[in-house]
């Protein structure tokens, strides 16, 4: 038997623990007051009522009149929220079948809901009319070549046809100038000098070549490596030498000294220049130590200690200037 409580109740904000809603099997139609809270066994859903209606806590979509729009119809199950939405699929007046060929092009027409009511084939022209200055000729592009033929520095440009291949000649004259876009869907072949200007974008799979002061057979490649994101490579803004790899590579040199008997130690660097910088330090305490060095030759500095450092004890660092 349930304890009958005529008065709120306060928590003062502190946690209802491991309590369960009123269980029912049918939502409660008389004594209605808005916020009571049940939850139906038969539909499994947790509700409150509203002061209307019993609405699913899960969310009012059920009690929602969901409206179809065109090409939809759908159906409201209010008791458990089931919602069914079923795009109109009639048969439109479009003939099933495949549209285009060779020597035709498809043509549909399209309603506001995107429905497809009319479709078609329209014939490719495959012959042009050429207007001359007093005559007029077809040419059938199936069989015929095109040529047009002009004066003393005027272009000449020919359409020849060979099986189902068909290539474009243009003969220029010495000075030619294109005022707007030019787009080239295959190869360009240009023999001669070209000026490029305000150039965006060069892509490249077989890097930039140049020939190089002297025109000979020898040729020197700039070539990106395989790419896994994109990068950029910024030249700064001086003039100089772009330094190798192996330039950059060829500055240092390091190795470790001491066998604990020794004082005077030969460090043969290879680095071909006096011009070094050298820098000990020991490598149990990492702190920089300081002893007599001689730059012997531009391969060999010699260093020498007051006392014989133990085993491998000093590193040597050697970096060229120049």
Same mark, same amino acid.
């Not at 068909?166 to 001669?192: F, K, R, Y």
């Not at 772009?242 to 330039?247: C, Q, R």
């Given at each position: 038997?349930?304890?009958?409580?005529?008065?709120?109740?306060?928590?003062?904000?502190?946690?209802?623990?491991?309590?369960?809603?009123?269980?029912?099997?049918?939502?409660?139609?008389?004594?209605?007051?808005?916020?009571?809270?049940?939850?139906?066994?038969?539909?499994?859903?947790?509700?409150?009522?509203?002061?209307?209606?019993?609405?699913?806590?899960?969310?009012?979509?059920?009690?929602?009149?969901?409206?179809?729009?065109? /090409?939809?119809?759908?159906?409201?199950?209010?008791?458990?929220?089931?919602?069914?939405?079923?795009?109109?699929?009639?048969?439109?007046?479009?003939?099933?079948?495949?549209? /285009?060929?060779?020597?035709?092009?498809?043509?549909?027409?399209?309603?506001?809901?995107?429905?497809?009511?009319?479709?078609?084939?329209?014939?490719?022209?495959?012959?042009?009319?050429?207007?001359?200055?007093?005559?007029?000729?077809?040419?059938?592009?199936?069989?015929?070549?095109?040529?047009?033929?002009?004066?003393?520095?005027?272009?000449?440009?020919? *359409?020849?046809?060979?099986?189902?291949? *068909?290539?474009?000649?243009?003969?220029?004259?010495?000075? %030619?100038?294109?005022?707007?876009?030019?787009?080239?869907?295959?190869?360009?072949?240009?023999?001669?000098?070209?000026?490029?200007?305000?150039?965006?974008?060069?892509?490249?799979?077989?890097?930039?070549?140049?020939?190089?002061? %002297?025109?000979?057979?020898?040729?020197?490649?700039?070539?990106?490596?395989?790419?896994?994101?994109? *990068?950029?490579?910024?030249?700064?803004?001086?003039?100089?030498?772009?330094?190798?790899?192996?330039?950059?590579?060829?500055?240092?040199?390091?190795?470790?000294?001491?066998?604990?008997?020794?004082?005077?130690?030969?460090?043969?660097?290879?680095?071909?220049?006096?011009? %070094?910088?050298?820098?000990?330090?020991?490598?149990?305490?990492?702190?920089?130590?300081?002893?007599?060095?001689?730059?012997?030759?531009?391969?060999?500095?010699?260093?020498?200690?007051?006392?014989?450092?133990?085993?491998?004890?000093?590193? %040597?660092?050697?970096?060229?200037?120049?």
């Amino acid at each position: 038997m349930a304890l009958s409580y005529l008065t709120d109740i306060n928590l003062n904000k502190n946690e209802l623990q491991n309590a369960v809603i009123q269980k029912v099997g049918t939502d409660p139609s008389s004594g209605l007051t808005a916020g009571w809270l049940i939850y139906n066994t038969a539909s499994n859903q947790l509700k409150v009522y509203d002061g209307s209606d019993w609405a699913n806590v899960g969310g009012d979509i059920t009690r929602v009149n969901i409206t179809a729009g065109t /090409g939809l119809s759908g159906t409201l199950d209010t008791q458990s929220g089931a919602h069914t939405q079923t795009i109109d699929l009639a048969n439109t007046a479009v003939t099933a079948g495949s549209y /285009g060929s060779a020597t035709a092009i498809p043509t549909f027409t399209v309603d506001a809901q995107g429905r497809l009511t009319a479709a078609g084939t329209v014939s490719i022209t495959t012959s042009l009319t050429i207007d001359g200055d007093s005559t007029t000729q077809d040419v059938s592009l199936a069989d015929d070549d095109l040529k047009i033929v002009g004066t003393t520095n005027e272009i000449e440009t020919a *359409v020849t046809k060979s099986g189902t291949d *068909v290539s474009l000649t243009i003969g220029l004259p010495d000075d %030619v100038t294109i005022g707007n876009d030019l787009t080239v869907l295959g190869d360009l072949q240009v023999t001669g000098t070209t000026t490029t200007n305000n150039v965006e974008t060069v892509s490249t799979s077989n890097g930039i070549i140049f020939e190089g002061t %002297v025109a000979d057979a020898h040729e020197g490649t700039l070539l990106a490596g395989a790419l896994t994101a994109d *990068v950029t490579y910024t030249l700064p803004d001086k003039t100089g030498t772009v330094a190798m790899t192996s330039d950059i590579t060829d500055r240092f040199y390091s190795t470790s000294i001491g066998d604990g008997t020794a004082t005077s130690y030969t460090v043969t660097h290879n680095l071909g220049s006096q011009d %070094v910088i050298v820098q000990l330090y020991d490598t149990s305490s990492l702190d920089t130590v300081f002893a007599d060095v001689v730059r012997t030759s531009t391969s060999v500095v010699t260093i020498d200690f007051a006392a014989a450092p133990t085993s491998n004890d000093i590193r %040597v660092l050697v970096t060229k200037i120049a």
